[in-house]
């Protein structure tokens, strides 16, 4: 389902502190819904019976709102409660992934036996619900981490010293090793979701954080999941990922891309300014993968660092079933460290000396120049899924007032209980296991050049995607029936790539599942640039009739809608309307607290959203701030 803010009203009477009003209530059965405002001072009671005092909100992204907070009793504020409307997916697979995977004692103990100091994995402390407003919310606590290292890529024109480059990636790689073990891949590492440790101290170490796309791999066959394709932060999607397949290696690849923008190049697919149509951005990935080598030369002016090219041509050889080669790619980065002369220990540095910011990119042979300018930001809008479950156990207490902040009614959920285990499990091993064979062998890389559709200028200028809406005269029912992502993707079915006929005739899953297909068909927005996408099933199953048939509207109409409406939207920048306004506070509204609107612009985002327009069911949501989507039918809005 897609995700939604709240109307204006509600976002209002939220900031307002104001205690619950009934009238600003969100409607359960909407699109996703950003979380109602905690306010400071309020004390949330996990289900261990442990109570958080809310601090200030430290953050938000694409989904929740994350607020420090301290344990009843303690004076420090050294921990975080991010929390999310139960209808959203993300927060329920992030805690779960936590739940299963990711306990403190798991985690120490996979240091110990690899013999690390430190390892970037976060762990969860608590989790509960809270009633805000009259709408549920999932919240999670999670140690208080730094600034994200984002910051610091803007900070230093989109590059890092390459000591740095090489130090986090060491990091993310002991990450991976961990997630890895528990049979869980990230999929959306990014300088966003990379955060320091919090204080002084922490700057030794970075965290990976953000699980919210975590699932399972698999080493089973390599079956294309249409509800899965594209999943991610379009920037350093995977070529699996885009494909909707879980695998360790497309972990790898996400390192990869990023390491190669850390060093100040430009990945060609932002280059060529094409990421709002991810058929695009897969396809260039593929063809930029396939002959890694030359492809990296093209990017640099100089020399292409020999650590990331060795790298790279490590990951653009492993098959999707395999495990990597943890070892082998730590002494990648370790030996180039060594070369330098730099210890892999101490603060992580992220100022560029003025030697290398004079130029540019660092390479293992020398320092290259900057290649051209930053694209513009370009961003990437895509809708998510959200829906109604009930799954979790609650429990909340009023908070005391404390100093400032006004006292909160918040009211006790009904606590129930095991079924929220059952139903994370089932929801989580709902991820692509079964599978066919690989595509990325170089038959079916051929396979896949052969399907991949061209896009032709007249297709451009409506939609730059692949439409099979538009390929075929059926009506916008037999349309949605009779096309599959895959089908259309690769042109013709009979050639789909090894993967099985079934799966290249079989009718959109989106129609039947309720939700949006962030499918090749589908464009994205251009407002906000680098967000991840979720076209995902992991969100439990909305009840209500009334939200199938709007998804499934929503979905048949998507391709046309999106298009017409983001172009508007730039439009309606340009003449400064109020709609324009409006919609530019509810994206700032989703907008870290302490990034600028400057530095969101260039940062890649996690999420996208579609919106739905204020319209006949008084849902009252607002106008979307990237991109709107009608109801139903093609068309103007
Ligand atoms: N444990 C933490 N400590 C400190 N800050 C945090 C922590 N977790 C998250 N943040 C801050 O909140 C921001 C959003 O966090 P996170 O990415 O987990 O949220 P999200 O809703 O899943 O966002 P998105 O999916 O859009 O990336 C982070 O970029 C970071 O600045």
Not at 139 to 157: E, Q, T
Not at 318 to 330: G, H, Q, S, V
Not at 363 to 382: E, H, I, N, Q, Y
Not at 494 to 502: A, C, F, G, L, N
Request: with cysteine; proline share 6%.
């Amino acid at each position: 389902m897609p995700r939604a803010t709240k109307a204006k009203a509600a976002a209002d009477g939220a900031a307002g502190g104001g205690g619950p009003k009934k009238a600003a209530a969100p409607k359960r059965n909407k699109l996703y819904t950003m979380p109602e405002k905690i306010a400071e001072g309020t004390i949330l009671t996990d289900l261990s019976k442990a109570q958080w005092l809310i601090g200030s909100s430290i953050g938000t992204g694409g989904f929740g709102e994350i607020y420090s907070a301290s344990r009843v009793g303690e004076k420090t504020y050294n921990y975080v409660v991010k929390c999310e409307p139960h209808g959203n997916g993300p927060l329920f697979v992030e805690m779960h992934f936590y739940m299963r995977n990711a306990k403190l004692e798991d985690i120490k103990r996979f240091q110990r036996e690899r013999g690390l100091k430190a390892i970037g994995m976060p762990y969860m402390i608590g989790n509960g619900s809270v009633e805000l407003k009259g709408t549920k919310h999932r919240f999670i606590v999670m140690p208080r981490y730094g600034s994200d290292i984002s910051k610091h890529l803007l900070a230093n024109g989109r590059r890092f010293p390459e000591e740095t480059i090489y130090r986090l990636a060491l990091q993310m790689l002991d990450v991976y090793e961990f997630i890895h073990s528990c049979g869980y891949v990230h999929a959306d590492l990014k300088a966003a979701n990379i955060l320091l440790g919090y204080g002084k101290e922490g700057n030794s170490q970075a965290y990976l954080v953000d699980y919210g796309l975590a699932s399972h791999y698999t080493t089973k066959e390599f079956k294309p999941d249409p509800k899965k394709m594209h999943n991610g932060t379009i920037e350093y999607t995977s070529r699996d990922a885009h494909l909707g397949v879980a695998t360790m290696r497309a972990d790898f690849e996400i390192l990869g891309y990023n390491i190669i923008e850390w060093s100040g190049v430009q990945l060609p697919w932002v280059k060529d300014n094409i990421l709002t149509v991810p058929v695009k951005v897969q396809k260039a990935k593929e063809e930029f993968m396939a002959d890694v080598t030359h492809c990296l030369k093209t990017l640099y002016s100089k020399d292409v660092p020999g650590p990331i090219a060795e790298y790279m041509k490590y990951v653009a050889k492993l098959e999707y079933n395999e495990k990597p080669d943890y070892e082998k790619c730590r002494k990648i980065f370790s030996t180039a460290l060594k070369t330098m002369k730099v210890a892999n220990t101490g603060d992580l540095r992220f100022t560029i000396s003025d030697n290398n910011n004079k130029s540019g990119p660092s390479t293992s042979k020398g320092r290259g120049k900057l290649l051209g300018k930053r694209a513009a930001a370009t961003d990437t809008s895509v809708e998510m899924f959200a829906s109604d479950d009930d799954d979790d156990d609650v429990i909340f207490e009023e908070k005391k007032p404390v100093k400032k902040a006004p006292q909160k009614q918040l009211k006790t959920v009904t606590k129930r209980s095991p079924k929220t285990i059952d139903s994370a499990s089932r929801l989580i091993k709902s991820s692509p296991r079964n599978a066919t064979p690989t595509l990325r062998s170089s038959p079916e890389m051929k396979t896949f050049n052969k399907l991949t559709p061209k896009v032709t200028p007249a297709r451009k200028r409506r939609s730059t995607s692949f439409s099979p809406r538009k390929a075929t005269r059926h009506s916008p029912l037999q349309k949605k029936l009779r096309t599959t992502p895959r089908d259309t993707a690769y042109g013709k079915s009979s050639s789909t790539p090894s993967t099985s006929t079934s799966h290249s005739t079989r009718s959109t899953p989106i129609a039947t599942r309720a939700n949006i297909n962030f499918s090749p068909a589908i464009s994205l927005s251009t407002s906000r640039h680098g967000k991840t996408v979720v076209n995902d099933n992991t969100t439990p199953v909305p009840r209500t009739g009334k939200t199938y048939e709007f998804n499934f509207e929503l979905d048949v109409s998507m391709d046309a809608n999106v298009i017409v409406n983001v172009k508007r939207k730039k439009k309606a920048a340009a003449a400064s309307t109020n709609t324009d306004s409006a919609a530019k506070n509810s994206a700032k509204s989703m907008r870290s607290n302490e990034e600028t609107p400057g530095d969101k612009r260039n940062t890649p985002v996690t999420r996208v959203k579609v919106r739905k327009l204020p319209s006949d069911d008084a849902c009252g949501s607002p106008p979307t701030p990237a991109v709107t989507v009608k109801k139903s039918r093609r068309g103007v809005s």
